[in-house]
């Protein structure tokens, strides 16, 4: 249930606006820095033995994602079939962005089934056996997007998972997507939304070579909007 009330606000009228700050034991501060665009933003001050960092984010919003959508023609007619059934599936009824992420959103949600095991991570695969992990969600994600001349990225960092005020971080993987207009938005298809509970690593930082963490909660806080 929780998980359908974040979908359907995602697509209301409605933002939830949600920050977090938390210190993290990182020994190797580096790693991470500033970040921003239009509904993130990622602030990073040293402190003694890590890192105090400040989260803000928003989720998306129709009125942001109403940019209308066409085909690729040639793009799509260079991939396999196992893409091109995705798309037939998640183009029906979608006349703007907003309309083509939610049905992405539904697809993967429905169609497959998060796996961590040592699998095939590209897009055709994924669709071919119906399983993958965070990899494997943003690739499909990311050739969907394609297909309608959607430029997207893979973005690496954490999912911080929060317990009883502590932060374990869960190494992530998810996109950002090219709007018209130059503005930039965090999507995360796994999750099927975004919120403050994102660290961003920066680039060229390979998740592995990453030395073990932990983080504390030392503020948070949400709020709606209906701008």
């Keep these: ?5 974040l979908l359907l606000l995602a697509w209301t009228s409605l ?7 938390v210190f993290v034991s990182c020994r190797v501060p580096e790693v991470f820095g500033a970040y921003r665009n239009f509904n993130f933003r990622q ?15 928003r989720s998306l919003r129709l009125l942001h994602l109403n940019h209308r959508v066409g085909v690729n023609a040639d ?3 260079a991939q396999g079939p196992e893409l091109r059934g995705a798309f037939e599936q998640v183009r029906i009824d979608a006349l703007s962005l907003a309309d083509y992420l939610r049905n992405i959103s ?7 089934a998060y796996d961590e095991a040592d699998l095939p991570q590209e897009a055709s695969a994924v669709l071919a056996q119906g399983r993958g992990h965070c990899i494997g969600f943003a690739n499909v994600a990311q050739a969907l997007l394609a297909v309608v001349g959607i430029a997207s990225r893979p973005v690496n960092g954490f999912f911080l998972r929060e317990e009883g ?3 374990e971080p869960v190494p992530h993987r998810w996109l950002e997507i090219d709007l018209p207009g130059g503005r930039r938005v965090f ?7 975004f919120s403050s509970r994102y660290l961003v690593t920066n680039p060229g930082v390979a998740l592995e070579s990453i ?4 983080g504390v909660v030392v503020s948070k806080s949400k709020k709606i909007l209906d701008e």
């Design 187 to 193: 999507y995360d298809p796994q999750y099927q939304d």
């Design 1 to 5: 249930m929780r998980a359908l009330l």
């Design 211 to 214: 030395e073990r963490f932990v």
């Design 75 to 77: 793009y799509l007619a």
């Design 106 to 112: 539904l697809f993967l949600k429905n169609r497959i």
């Design 165 to 167: 005020g502590r932060v």
């Design 15 to 21: 933002s939830q606006e949600s920050r977090l700050e």
């Design 43 to 57: 602030d990073v001050v040293p402190a003694a033995n890590g890192l105090n960092v400040k989260l803000k984010s």
